[in-house]
């Protein structure tokens, strides 16, 4: 798919703001759904966290 056909489509999927995050955070599922296949078949845990407080993760991980 080239560049001009990739970007149309994403231009589909934007509002009148420029917005696309609903479109953009989709597409991010289905790449992290495949990450998270492709580690399981190598028999890898994996467990992706949405919503956490990326400061106070750092803070605690520091703290380890």
Avoid: C
């Avoid at 080239?2 to 934007?14: E, K």
């Avoid at 696309?20 to 289905?30: K, L």
Wanted: hydrophobic share 40%; net charge negative; no cysteine.
């Amino acid at each position: 798919m080239s560049a001009d056909m990739m970007g149309a489509y994403a231009a589909t999927n934007t509002d009148e703001s420029g917005y696309n995050g609903n479109w953009t955070e989709a597409q991010v599922y289905i790449a992290l759904g495949n990450v998270l296949h492709t580690l399981a078949r190598l028999g890898i845990d994996a467990t992706p966290i949405e919503g956490a407080g990326k400061a106070l993760i750092g803070e605690k991980l520091k703290r380890s």
